[in-house]
């Protein structure tokens, strides 16, 4: 999954599923925007606004076992 580090970041999203991520981001008061070129441009404030990035983006992209895994590995912490 990608890594997020502070600033704006030009995330590669497939199309399909950038305006669903683009539309949660806005919920989550995440600056982001969706530029003609085709990316998901999104401004990362704070290391709470990039795991929010990250768990947005995990769950619409991330296969179902890397999901179950994550939550197992949460559970444990």
Known sequence: MTNLTLGEQILQIPLSDRWQIY?????L????SCPADGSLRVKVNSLLEAIL???TI???LAPRQELVDW????WYL
């Open 71 to 74: 939550l197992e590995h949460c």
């Open 29 to 32: 008061m995440i600056s982001c």
């Open 53 to 55: 990035v990250r768990s």
């Open 58 to 60: 995990m769950q619409l």
């Open 23 to 27: 539309h949660r981001l806005q919920e």
